[in-house]
């Protein structure tokens, strides 16, 4: 069936919106078909703490933000129950250290999310009651270079072996699970306020439809993405499927409202903050 957005009076045009997705292997299976499935969306890639930028300046209309950034704004909805989680493992996230981890004093983030930033600093002080110096990662920099005890890394370069002088580690998603006993939720499709409603419906339909889509297609993504982040096809295959859940479910939901109780307390998101799903 051919995807089109409602019209705002006979005749008018559609309506066109922005939607912004993380450029990270990690994002394929949700936007997989998705400009074929709504011809009217403008799709933009790049990296999340850009994207939340993007929905917050009005640059763009839907996003895949990080859900710390969703915390942000008590104006902003969830438009789809499409999501980047995990229930375990979740490879591309990852805490390297030089030192024990109740030793760390100063902590590199890498710049790409804000989500994994807030999430690291919330494990650490609730594993080992510290707080470390935060120092920036920048986006390009080579993290085993980094002048810190700690550094985080995200996205593709994560999934690979840790290069440098590193004594610990952890897999954020893993420990998240296994202290909070309930899955982790990194980004999930956002809405601004003032979009139209028709739209957004007819793009959440869109986003189920893509994203299960390419569930169902994860060997194809696999294959085709696998050369680019330097894994093999059975490597990626094993990351998309076995490491990361796209869907937000209930127990997803309670794991966002722990992580966001949590966050609050630590003053990296305002106590106003209600999860909520956009009125469509």
Not at 27 to 33: A, D, M
Not at 57 to 71: N, R, T, W
Not at 147 to 165: F, Q, Y
Not at 202 to 226: C, F, K, N, P, Y
């Amino acid at each position: 069936m051919p995807f089109s957005f409602a019209m705002n009076a006979p005749y008018s045009k559609p309506v066109c919106l922005r939607v912004g997705a993380v450029s990270y292997l990690n994002t394929r299976p949700l936007i997989y078909g998705l400009t074929e499935l709504a011809p009217h969306v403008e799709l933009v890639l790049d990296l999340p703490s850009r994207l939340a930028d993007g929905l917050g300046s009005g640059k763009l209309d839907v996003a895949l933000i990080p859900s710390v950034e969703y915390f942000q704004s008590p104006e902003y909805s969830i438009v789809s129950d499409a999501c980047i989680g995990c229930r375990g493992p979740v490879l591309s996230v990852k805490l390297l250290s030089r030192r024990p981890f109740a030793e760390i004093r100063t902590l590199a983030l890498d710049e790409g999310s804000r989500t994994s930033a807030a999430l690291v600093q919330i494990l650490l002080n609730e594993r080992f009651g510290i707080r470390p110096k935060l120092l920036p990662l920048p986006i390009d920099a080579s993290y085993e270079t980094a002048k810190a005890d700690a550094v985080l890394i995200i996205g593709d370069r994560a999934i690979h072996p840790a290069r440098g002088e590193f004594v610990a580690h952890w897999d954020l998603g893993d420990e998240w699970n296994r202290w909070a006993e309930l899955p982790f939720v990194f980004a999930m499709w956002v809405a601004r306020p003032g979009i139209d409603r028709d739209a957004l419906a007819e793009l959440e339909q869109a986003l189920m439809t893509s994203r299960d889509s390419g569930v169902q297609h994860l060997d194809e993504i696999a294959e085709r993405e696998a050369p680019g982040v330097g894994l093999t096809p059975a490597q990626c295959l094993r990351y998309l499927r076995d490491n990361l859940h796209f869907y937000l479910g209930s127990r997803e939901q309670r794991g966002l409202e722990r992580f966001r109780q949590k966050a609050t307390e630590l003053a990296m998101a305002p106590a106003e903050t209600v999860i909520r799903r956009a009125a469509l």
